[in-house]
C-alpha cells in the first residue's frame, strides 16, 4: 500500500518508553517525597556567579530572622538596566537584572562567615535549590512544614567572577574584576516550576532563577 502523500500532521510526537530510561528521566515512578540523585548540570562548566541567600522564618518575609543560609553556584547572564521608568516593588532604579540557571547548591548555617567562597565548600545538591529540615524557629514563626528551602522574594549576595580563582579560604578579592555586591531574587523556577514538563527541564538544565544585581554596594562590612 503506498504511503499516503498529505500534510503532516500538527501535533506532540509519540514518545518512545525507550526515551525514558535515562537516569534523567527517573521523575517518572517516583514516590512523592523521594530524593533524586541529580546528575552533575553540563552548565556547571560555564557556571560564573555565587549567591549568598537567606531563608527566612517566615517563607518569603525578608524582615523575619533569617534561620539559614543558601549558597547557590549558576550561569547567570544579564538582562535589563532598571531606569526610573521600570522601578517598581523589589526592583530599584539603578539595579541589573539577571537571570539563568542553578548548577549546584549547598545548605549552610544563618551566619556562614565567608566559607560560602571556598573552592572546598561541599555540595549538597545539583541543578536546584536544597530542601531539608528546618531548623527550630521561634514560638512567633512555627514551622509550617517538615521539609522547606529558600524561597522568593529573599535577600542575599553575589560574587559574580571568575569561580575558578577562588580560594580555600573564600577570599573574595581573589577577582580585582569580580562584582561582589547585593543580590535580591525574585523568583525560582520559571517559566514551569517542578511539575509537569518543569521536572524534565530543571533535570536537563537545571532550576532557572531571576534576579536583580545592585552594583556598588560595600558589602565587607
Known amino acids: 500500500m503506498p504511503r499516503p502523500t498529505g500534510p503532516r500532521p500538527i501535533g506532540p510526537r509519540p514518545i518512545s518508553p525507550r526515551s525514558c530510561n535515562s537516569s534523567r528521566a527517573g521523575v517518572i515512578g517516583v514516590a512523592p ?18 549567591l ?29 538596566y532598571i531606569t526610573a521608568k521600570l522601578n517598581t516593588t523589589g526592583v530599584e532604579t539603578g539595579d541589573f537584572t539577571y537571570n539563568g540557571y542553578i548548577t549546584r547548591a549547598a545548605k549552610l548555617s544563618a551566619t556562614p562567615g565567608f566559607s ?25 514563626y512555627p514551622t509550617a512544614q517538615a521539609i522547606s528551602t529558600v524561597v522568593a522574594p529573599c535577600d542575599g549576595l553575589i560574587w559574580l567572577g571568575d569561580l575558578s580563582l577562588l580560594n580555600p579560604a573564600g577570599n573574595p578579592d581573589v577577582d580585582p574584576y569580580a562584582q561582589y555586591t547585593k543580590f535580591a531574587v525574585l523568583e525560582f523556577g520559571a517559566p514551569y516550576n517542578d511539575g509537569g514538563i518543569g521536572a524534565l ?21
Open 33 to 50: 517525597g523521594a530524593t533524586l540523585g541529580w546528575d552533575s548540570s553540563p552548565l556547571e562548566p560555564f557556571a560564573n556567579a555565587r
Open 52 to 80: 549568598l541567600l537567606n531563608e527566612n522564618a517566615r517563607p518569603g518575609d525578608i524582615t523575619t530572622p533569617v534561620i539559614a543560609t543558601h549558597v547557590i553556584e549558576c550561569l547567570l547572564e544579564r538582562a535589563q
Open 116 to 140: 560560602w567562597l571556598s573552592s572546598e565548600l561541599i555540595w549538597q545538591q545539583n541543578g536546584r535549590r536544597v530542601a531539608s529540615v528546618s531548623a527550630p524557629r521561634s514560638v512567633a
Open 201 to 221: 527541564v530543571q533535570l536537563l538544565i537545571g532550576e532557572r532563577i531571576y534576579g536583580t544585581l545592585t552594583p556598588n554596594i560595600d558589602v565587607r562590612q
